[in-house]
């Protein structure tokens, strides 16, 4: 009976996780649409935090229509004191996910640079909360030294890395780079919060 209703507390929590989903500027943005609808659709609430270089490719509405939650790039901090973005939405949440996750924020994560609101809340996140990493890139960009080196660092703070695919990326050339596909990324995230 006790076991019973453990699992149940556990599948309500795992219904009503709070998914931080930081997009980055990638040509795969447009991936991270389709996965922030599946979470949403399968109950979670979906915080959607852009970079800055993100929105010249998607843009914040599209991701709040899609959520129903006020996708955000900026912390307003500045001209609301007590909002204090980043320290908030980082505490709130359950899970963090950087999909799809540019060779310059992973070089920012793991370095521990806060240059936006995105790379800050990376830093604010709980430490005992499962940080899943995307990456997508250029096939060179993701065999370079400093990428590779960017990644092992992540990984030893505690990021899990999903992929990347092999295959064609935007750019049209092939190999390791491409970003893993949104099933496969969902069946993680599930597998994380339960
Ligand atoms: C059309 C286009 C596609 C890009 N795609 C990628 C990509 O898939 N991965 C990547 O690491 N950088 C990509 N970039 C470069 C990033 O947008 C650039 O490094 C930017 O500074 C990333 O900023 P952010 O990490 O703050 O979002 C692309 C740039 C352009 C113009």
């Known amino acids: 009976m006790l076991k019973q209703k453990a699992s149940l507390v556990t599948q309500l ?25 599946q979470l949403t659709q399968q109950g979670h609430h979906v915080q959607v935090v852009l970079t800055p270089m993100a929105l010249e490719f998607v843009s914040a509405l599209q991701f709040s229509c899609l959520t129903g939650v006020p996708a955000i790039s900026h912390d307003d901090s500045q001209t609301d004191p007590a909002g204090m973005e980043h320290i908030s939405l980082a505490r709130e949440a359950d899970l963090m996910l950087v999909m799809p996750a540019t060779a310059n924020t992973i070089g920012q994560i793991a370095n521990g640079l806060a240059s936006n609101l995105l790379t800050t809340l990376a830093l604010v996140v709980r430490s005992d909360i499962p940080k899943l990493l995307v990456p ?30 092999e ?26 919060l339960s």
């Open 13 to 37: 929590k795992t219904a009503m996780a709070n998914i931080l989903l930081g997009v980055t500027g990638s040509a795969a943005c447009f991936k991270a649409a389709a996965c922030a609808s």
């Open 136 to 165: 997508a890139m250029n096939p060179d960009m993701y065999a370079h030294p400093a990428v590779q080196r960017n990644l092992k660092q992540m990984q030893s703070d505690g990021w899990q890395q999903l992929g990347p695919a």
């Open 167 to 192: 295959g064609p990326t935007a750019c049209q050339e092939l190999g390791a780079g491409r970003l893993l596909e949104v099933d496969d990324v969902l069946k993680v995230v599930a597998e994380a």
